[in-house]
């Protein structure tokens, strides 16, 4: 087997590239069906507001209009849902359902659905609705919400009180009792919105005379949203099929129940026809889930050599009005106080984490969930440290990372580290940014009165979940991925499998994977992914599992699928199956690479000649595998991220110079892809902390939605991003992989922010706030008002 071309760690094009190129995707937005009709919704004006008045007569009137339906037509159809995980005890939401019954609980909650034969019939229909508000008083802010005599934000709960957890070790105390120096800092970061390249997308479509419902949805997740139409609208299994095509984006936003979704649905299951939502850049900005923001108040003890002793963080994260479904809008905060001093050799933690209802979009997994809050405050408080104790800030991170022969380790919040590499990776990021030769070069530069700064952060990032967090907390989300690998009978595979493709490459490395497992090309192999009907079920793609749990379904079904067609030619050739190999679309002579059979010709026998073959050989040339992972709770993976900028001290302007990240995923199965992804994940970091704000005023009103107003980071303002890699492969599986979707994203706005902060500190300025705006950066400065 040493002879093959390894096609795992093989930098490949995405097998999907050339077809988009081409302006071949097939998106739900580009699907068109026959009798199908389109959704538009009323939506409410009012942050809160009870209803007192709903006409719908006159629009039901308008010209093109199929149907208006309000919550008495939608809302019985649908069983109610609310958000909860059992192990977050003691947590609250009220239930919810299709349409707003009564009372309105965000700028943008629908009211009204109307169907019309176009989308521009349907919405010119919304504006004939007569609606009537009774304005409540509005939940902003965590001021507020804390405000033991403010009103619920929602009817059917008692309080603004979602959840509250506090993690607490026996030594925090005296850890700040003994500390040399304790650092704090006040941090508050910005809601932000996905911003995907494909909005929210749904089209549903009845058959009565089958009971047929087929649902083409824009989702990482197709088999959760097949469990969820199911049981709320109380259909079986097997009559719901969710067929997830091209997906133009997603990072976390469409894992979650959306009220127009359901809304679509439950028209289809009345009209018997297709029904279509395609949200515009404008309800995508009142109704997609938002996400980041918190408000936190830290502390760091440290030793006089500046060793880290101890944290003590409190962490307030307001989410709106609900919790989103059914993963929860907790797990946000959950991760972000948990991996608070992640990487370094920190014994004590008191973490509190409080979350808190509002009359605001909901906010909930978005990608690197949590990851930012928790490194940007680490990182954060460890430069300010090394500036007291007149440190570099490279020395005090290398002083205090887990060493790498240290593990497998636990964290001073109960996090399980395997196996993670902080010392190579710095020692690889310093090399890789000539670190001495910046700092020289920036001291020669301030003294001409120019600001430029260097940021370090290192991290942790969160993959591959296994069955100790959603099944545990009682969700009905798989942990386990499925599937289906067959040779054809030209001597091709097809893999069919339940991890999803928006973009990030999966089809292309799972065709690479299974490639090597039977000695064929990646281009030999077709990779179906995204059908409830066409692939085995599974937990899809999240938090980096396309890799980590995907991976190791495909290579492990790959395998299964070797022996048998080994078996097969064994007995074929009088041999022994161990004397053969599967090499460059054949079975060949293990020890002389010999060609005995070629695939094709084993496809042929087992499809039309099966009677050719010995009795009681298996002449099925299909077989399916499914693979849960049942080490580690998580694979968390690690790196370290610098950033080079240049501040304007005049304008507060941030020049974005260089940026680079090292980064341990474990297995490297394509490098091209791996850079991709990290990437990209940077550029949405630093946009976090530039740029992107979901703005609001007292009110609950969004002043800034849409994209005229909301910055997005754009190719000319990002910088040359360079990537290093260090592999650790996690041995719980064969693959070793351990995902990387998020790892940019983690500690991009940490580096940035001390980056900032350090071209600032000598002018006595300091930023805890993002996005990091001109304006923000001049009132730091004592210039203007943020």
Known sequence: MTDRPAHIGAPQLRENALRHLAGRGDFVGDQQLPRMVHAAFLRSPMAHARITSLDVDDARAAPGVIAVFTAADLNPLCQDWTSHLDHFVGMVSAPQNILAADEVLWVGHPIAMVVARTRAEAEDACEHILLDLDELDVVSGVDAALDVDTAPAATGIDSNLCYRNELKTDGVDAAFVRAALVVEGDYAFGRHTAVTLEPRAIIADHDPSTGQLTVRHGTQTPFQFQDIYARHFGLPDHKVRVIAPDVGGSFGMKLHVYNEEMATVAAALILHRPVRFLADRLESFASDIHSREHRVHARMALAADGTVLAMDVDDYAPIGAFSAYPRTSVVEGNQAYRLMGAPYRMADYHGRLTVLFQNKVQTSQYRAVGHPIACQVTEELLDRAAAELGLDPWDIRALNVVPDDAYPAVSATGYMFEKLSHEASLAKLRTLMDYDALRTEQAALRERGIHRGIGLATFVEIT?????????????????????????????????????????????????????????????????????????????????????????????????LAARITDMAAALLQAAPAALDLRDGAVVDAATGEVRLTLAEIGRIATYRPDTLPKGVDSSLTVAHHFAPSGYPFAFTNGVQASLVEVDTETGLVKLLKHWVVEDCGRIINPLLVDEQIRGGVVQGLGAALFEECLYDDAGQLLNGSMADYLVPMAGEMPDIVIGHIETPTEDTILGAKGVGEAGTAAAGAALMNAVNDALRPLGARMTQTPMTPARILAALGIGHA
């Open 464 to 560: 591959n979940p296994g069955v100790a967090f959603y099944g545990v907390g009682g969700a009905r989300i798989s942990a386990q991925d499925g599937a289906v690998v067959r040779l054809t009978p030209g001597g091709e595979v097809h893999c069919a499998i339940s991890v999803t493709e928006q973009g990030q490459g999966t089809e292309t490395i799972i065709a690479q994977i299974v490639a090597d497992q039977l000695g064929v090309a990646p281009g030999q192999v077709k990779v179906t992914t995204g059908d409830t009907d066409h692939t085995p079920s599974g937990g899809a793609t999240w938090a980096c599992r396309g890799a980590g749990i995907g991976g190791e379904t495909a290579l492990l079904a790959g395998r299964k």
